[in-house]
């Protein structure tokens, strides 16, 4: 449940560049092309189309009207579309490694006359060349090819038309075997975090309405939503730097930097005993951004960041920066909870709402959450008054067609706030929602630091369950955060399963959380996995691990869900069975 009436998000470190959206009302425009999505494809299927509704970046987009996402939504009536220079791409990421067969392109008029499909394991570091042409049609194209990845990408680099590229549909076809989680890098043995909560100096350091709070130290405090960025008054040069102090000499085995966008093409890290003279442990000329992790071999108090050559006109920005090794004078940072053994089974929470008919939500556990929605929605949520006991073990959350705070209809959203807080376990409902145009049911999380003052999405939200009404036979289950929201959020839209209609009885959504990841299913059946792993090696920061609160309510109309009409049925009914958090 995207919420653009929460506190803005602050801009990006680059002056006067949108790339993030601080108007999510506007970007939620789009999201109803960014998740159509399949279940995984059947393990050695022949021929199946891969790249439906599967997550997708591109290098620019003409505006939030012609996102990414439009690219693989499966709709011929939208489309992605570019700035208008020379090159462009655009990346899908297929969630297995695949063995590609076919790779439809259906082009808008703004075709690319020169362009190459290229796949990668990772997404980062080399990419392999399944086609290249030089004289492209424009029109359909279908490509035969072959080759093996999980990433695919078009990288065009000649237009045809005084425009951007544009293309109404990207189409990855071939097979899958089994699927086999990402792993991640491990420090090498016995080595500790070094670098958490040390004193830090750079270049320069961005702090302002821009980027606030933008300095050194965020990028060794372990918050994934904080960062440094250089100035864009003195820093959007070369070369660009930042160290940190590890309080004694130390044995240096391993480095991660987490990027933001602007990043480091060429760069080294270096290590220093007294932050004067400087040893390079590692160089490169092809970094790729987002989140590397580099074994080194070095000793020093000092470790350094030092960046040559930008990947754009813009500065620098890291949201981590972790040094690894033995010695030095670490900190340790807060302890993690353990993670859950699935399924788990301890009960830490539950509301079975088994009241009495017509008694209100249990305030020992619930907070009401009064007054108007977010997104153009055109409901006021009363204080109250549209939430009962059913007297049957249900809750109804109830939608009207009637006047109350300036608005035409009234609901109900309530949330666990300042009752109960959760790290890691199963969180699961079992709802019933209701189906008709324009109304938007939703069980879902926020990032408890909001309450303390961080704004959207810096906080993270976790949406275990949407579900549209005027088509009640798929749903939504989506992660946002400061590198990925709104539209373009990292989730997954999926058919009910075997197709029923999921407003004709109760379901049961729920979220498998740890710190490797989250993974969505209904019914018990997995709909969608977030490996933490990999949105940091293709998204950005993985902002879930700390605790979160619980949400429930039914929105009316606005841009995502769409207006009611005269076929809306009033009074609708949201019937939640029980809410239930296991660790």
């Known amino acids: 449940m995207l919420r653009t009436s929460d506190p803005p998000l602050a801009p990006p470190s680059r002056a006067g560049r949108s790339r993030r959206l601080a108007a999510l009302g506007t970007a939620l425009l789009t999201l109803l092309g960014a998740y159509l999505a399949v279940a995984a494809p059947p393990a050695d299927a022949a021929d199946t189309l891969l790249s439906r509704g599967r997550p997708v970046t591109a290098s620019s987009t003409e505006s939030v009207a012609f996102p990414a996402s439009a690219a693989v939504d499966g709709d011929a009536g939208t489309r992605w579309s570019s700035g208008f220079t020379d090159p462009q791409w655009l990346q899908v990421d297929l969630g297995v490694s695949a063995a590609l067969t076919r790779v439809v392109l259906r082009w808008e008029a703004a075709y690319a006359r020169a362009f190459t499909v290229e796949t990668s394991p990772t997404g980062t570091g080399a990419w392999t060349t399944i086609h290249t042409t030089t004289a492209g049609t424009g029109g359909t194209q279908d490509l035969a090819v072959a080759g093996a990845g999980r990433f695919v990408r078009i990288t065009t680099t000649q237009r045809a038309t005084g425009y951007g590229v544009s293309l109404w549909e990207f189409e990855v076809h071939g097979s899958t075997g089994p699927t086999t989680p990402p792993t991640t890098t491990a420090p090498p043995g016995g080595a500790a975090l070094l670098s958490y909560a040390k004193p830090a100096v750079a270049s320069t350091s961005q702090n302002d309405g821009a980027c606030f709070g933008c300095t050194p130290d965020k990028a060794f405090d372990n918050d994934p939503a904080s960062r440094w960025a250089t100035s864009p008054t003195t820093g959007w040069v070369d070369p660009g730097w930042i160290y940190v102090d590890l309080g004694a000499t130390a044995t240096v085995t391993q480095v991660v930097l987490q ?325």
């Open 259 to 583: 990027w933001d966008p602007a990043y480091a093409r060429s760069y080294q890290i270096q290590v220093s005993p007294n932050a004067s003279t400087w040893t390079t442990v590692h160089s490169t000329s092809t970094g790729q951004g987002l989140r590397e992790t580099i074994d080194v071999t070095g000793t020093g108090r000092y470790v350094r960041m030092y960046g040559t050559v930008r990947s754009g006109q813009y500065g620098y920005s890291l949201w981590e920066f972790k040094v690894y090794g033995t010695g030095g004078n670490p900190t340790p940072p807060p302890a993690m909870p353990a993670d859950p053994t699935f399924p788990a089974t301890r009960l830490v929470f539950a509301d079975e709402f088994n009241g009495a008919a017509g008694s209100k939500p249990d305030p020992a556990r619930w907070t009401i959450d009064p007054g108007t929605g977010q997104n153009n929605e055109v409901q006021y949520y009363t204080n109250n008054a549209n939430a009962n006991m059913d007297g049957a073990g249900s809750l109804v959350i109830e939608a009207r067609r009637e006047t109350v705070g300036g608005r035409e209809y009234t609901s109900h959203r309530m949330n666990t706030g300042n009752r109960f807080h959760v790290q890691y376990g199963r969180i699961e409902a079992r709802i019933r929602v209701p189906k008709g145009n324009g109304l938007w049911p939703a069980f879902w999380m926020m990032g408890a630091d909001f309450l303390g003052g961080r704004p959207w999405p810096y906080n993270g939200e976790i949406d275990i369950m949407e579900v549209l009404g005027r088509n009640t036979q798929e749903a939504y289950s989506t992660l946002h955060a400061p590198a990925y929201n709104g539209g373009g959020g990292y989730g997954q839209k999926y058919p009910a399963p075997g197709g029923m209609d999921l407003s004709a009885g109760f379901h049961v959504w729920s979220a498998e959380w740890d710190s490797r990841g989250i993974t969505f299913k209904i019914d018990g059946q997995t709909v969608f996995t977030a490996s933490k792993a990999t949105v940091e090696s293709t998204r950005g920061p993985w902002v879930f691990d700390h605790p979160f609160y619980l949400i429930l309510n039914l929105a009316v109309g606005g841009d995502f869900p769409g207006p009611v009409d005269g076929t809306t049925p009033f009074p609708a009914r949201m019937l939640v069975d029980y809410v239930r958090v296991y660790q």
